[in-house]
Nanobody
Framework: EVQLVESGGGWVQPGGSLRLSCAAS????????IAWFRQAPGQEREKVSC????????VYADSAKGRFTISSDKATNTVYLEMNSLKPEDTAVYYC???????????????WGNGTLVTVSS
């Protein structure tokens, strides 16, 4: 059974930082691409960043470039999203997702976590 569990969300002031974690079980990071998505109220889900399986290549949405960093620890099966210089518009529920078909090239990921809320406000 595949399980993805996000943690690390919370409230932060603009300009602050948070590190999100995605603990995965039932998947091998060598076989699956792992992505971070986010969804704000009333908005469509956005793919923020993705890290590929074996090569650990990374991609970022324009909104995340230069501020967010995705990384993976294959020893603990955990993917991280380090978020710096946070803005109010980063407020959303953040989800991690896993896929071994299109992966980072696609949007329809097979497995999803339940999400963690990030609130950026003063």
């Amino acid at each position: 059974e595949v399980q993805l569990v996000e943690s690390g969300g919370g409230w932060v002031q603009p300009g602050g930082s948070l590190r999100l974690s995605c603990a995965a079980s039932g998947v091998s990071f060598d076989d699956y691409d792992i992505a971070w998505f986010r969804q704000a109220p009333g908005q469509e889900r956005e793919k923020v960043s993705c890290i590929s399986g074996i090569e650990s290549n990374t991609v970022y949405a324009d909104s995340a470039k230069g501020r967010f960093t995705i990384s993976s620890d294959k020893a603990t099966n955990t993917v991280y999203l380090e978020m710096n210089s946070l803005k109010p518009e980063d407020t959303a529920v953040y989800y991690c997702a896993a896929d071994n078909v299109l992966g980072c090239y696609g949007y329809a990921f097979d497995y999803w976590g339940n999400g963690t809320l990030v609130t950026v406000s003063s």
